[in-house]
Nanobody, 120 residues
Framework: QVQLVESGGGLVQPGGSLRLSCAAS????????MGWHRQGPGKQRELVAT???????DYADSVKGRFTISRDNAKNTVYLQMNSLKPEDTAVYYC??????????????WGQGTQVTVSS
């Protein structure tokens, strides 16, 4: 089992910045991927950014150039630096973790979510 605890959400004005953190604990394997997804009001959950244990990253087109995902493998923690925030970034942000089994990825584990609200 893997537990994920997010922090860093809140209310920010358009154009502002926030940094989300997610700490993983439990059965963490060295080859893995962690990421951030979000679900806005009335919308489906969507991928924001992912990063593998060897630092390969992927971003949704809507956040490229504004958001940066990073990780500290020693702390099993992933971060999401969000700059130039827009009202449409308002959502609950969820952290995820999955393990690499050599031929396939395992099941996603999810955090409880942290609310990000972008409003003036």
């Amino acid at each position: 089992q893997v537990q994920l605890v997010e922090s860093g959400g809140g209310l920010v004005q358009p154009g502002g910045s926030l940094r989300l953190s997610c700490a993983a604990s439990g059965s963490i394997f060295s080859i893995n991927a962690m990421g951030w997804h979000r679900q806005g009001p009335g919308k489906q959950r969507e991928l924001v950014a992912t990063i593998t244990s060897d630092d390969n990253t992927d971003y949704a087109d809507s956040v490229k150039g504004r958001f940066t995902i990073s990780r500290d493998n020693a702390k099993n923690t992933v971060y999401l630096q969000m700059n130039s925030l827009k009202p449409e970034d308002t959502a609950v942000y969820y952290c995820s973790y999955k393990r690499w089994y050599g031929v396939r990825w395992g099941t996603d584990y999810w955090g409880q979510g942290t609310q990000v609200t972008v409003s003036s």
